[in-house]
Nanobody
Framework: LQLVQSGGGSVQIGGSLKLTCRAS????????VAWFRQVPGNERKDLLG????????YLADSVKDRFTLSKNHAENTVLLEMDSLKPEDTGVYYC?????????????????WGQGSQVTVSS
């Protein structure tokens, strides 16, 4: 299993960005895929959302009204669409995955990570 991210970049307050996580080696129906965000100066990665075959889709309270998580099985990708972006959304975004069917919510439960994508929101 490998993950490759694309997307991200810089945007003004209120703008939108998309992040794509492409999995190879294992198909999505066998994977749990999550998005985490690491803000500057913080070693911890905060969970933003999780999607799996067996669990309900999950988005953190801080983003659930602004971010959307979706899967494209044909392309074996998971998309994080981010709207109404705020300066506090600035950080490095990582997709993470593991084989499984239920949601996992903690960073140390994932064993495969994407390379990270910078998102910068400025005025």
């Amino acid at each position: 299993l490998q993950l490759v991210q694309s997307g991200g970049g810089s945007v003004q307050i209120g703008g939108s960005l998309k992040l794509t996580c492409r999995a190879s080696g294992v198909t999505l129906e066998h994977l749990v895929v999550a998005w985490f965000r690491q803000v500057p100066g913080n070693e911890r990665k905060d969970l933003l959302g999780v999607t799996s075959t067996g669990g309900d889709g999950y988005l953190a309270d801080s983003v659930k009204d602004r971010f959307t998580l979706s899967k494209n099985h044909a392309e074996n990708t998971v998309l994080l669409e981010m709207d109404s972006l705020k300066p506090e959304d600035t950080g490095v975004y990582y997709c993470a995955s593991r084989v499984g069917t239920d949601n996992f919510y903690y960073e140390n439960e994932y064993n495969v990570w994407g390379q990270g994508s910078q998102v910068t929101v400025s005025s």
